[in-house]
């Protein structure tokens, strides 16, 4: 399985930007996946989630100005980030969740593929 991300550039606070994660070796209609994001000097930070069914999840932090989706036929997942703020600043990284654990969380050991990231810097 390979997870890749793509999309992530350096805007200026306000702007938007459209992260993309595009999987092989998998079927997205099965899978429930996430969004993680690290900036330097701080802790993981799960970002959203969504379902095998649709269901969506966010961090207080992002609630309102990030949409999760995912496009089955493509095998693609999505994050549109709009109304970016510097504190928006990290890599950002896609994740597989275990199919066995239930309804997707935030718990980082049950998400069992992860890509290598995408950096998103945002200047004030």
């Known amino acids: 399985v390979q997870l890749v991300e793509s999309g992530g550039d350096s805007v200026q606070a306000g702007g938007s930007l459209r992260l993309s994660c595009a999987a092989s070796g998998y079927t997205y209609s099965s899978l429930s996946l996430g969004w993680f994001r690290q900036a330097p000097g701080k802790e993981h930070e799960g970002v959203a989630t969504?379902?095998?069914?649709?269901?969506?999840s966010y961090a207080d932090s992002v609630k309102g100005r990030f949409t999760i989706s995912k496009d089955n036929a493509k095998n693609t997942l999505y994050l549109q980030m709009n109304s970016l703020k510097p504190e928006d600043t990290a890599m950002y990284h896609c994740?597989?969740?275990?199919?066995?654990?239930?309804?997707?969380?935030?718990?980082?050991?049950?998400?069992?593929?992860w890509g290598p990231g995408t950096q998103v810097t945002v200047s004030s």
């Open positions: 969504i379902d095998s069914d649709g269901s969506t």
């Open positions: 994740a597989v969740y275990d199919a066995y654990a239930g309804r997707c969380s935030f718990r980082e050991d049950y998400y069992d593929y």
